[in-house]
């Protein structure tokens, strides 16, 4: 199943902007870029699993998310208008949109 990344990352900007609210307008230059940065992540992990075989490790999957989700908590701490709390909720909630996503498309890969 290949998945629609267009689609993906609508639905990481509409998920992130749910959990700032009024304070996407400050954030969203920095934020998109990082949301691009994540669906591409994203994308490189869909590739490698589509490979035969696979050519992503669980260590290898973990550490770009892992990454991914720290920079977008990352650029988002910097703005002054948003919190810790809510950097890591609005990261977390981007995150899960490209999980689910990649777990939708290989329901076979466990360490997803």
Known sequence: MSINWSQVEASVVSAVK???KGDWSAVSAGAQAQIKALVHA???IEI???SNPPQISKSDYQALM???HRAI???LQTYEAIG???AEQAAAA???VVVNALKTA???ISFL
Do not use: D, R
């Open 73 to 75: 908590e990352g650029v």
């Open 66 to 68: 892992v990454s991914a």
């Open 84 to 86: 810790i709390v809510i």
């Open 106 to 108: 290989f329901p076979a």
């Open 42 to 44: 994203g994308q490189e």
């Open 94 to 96: 981007a995150l899960n």
């Open 48 to 50: 490698a699993l589509n």
């Open 18 to 20: 749910g959990v700032l």
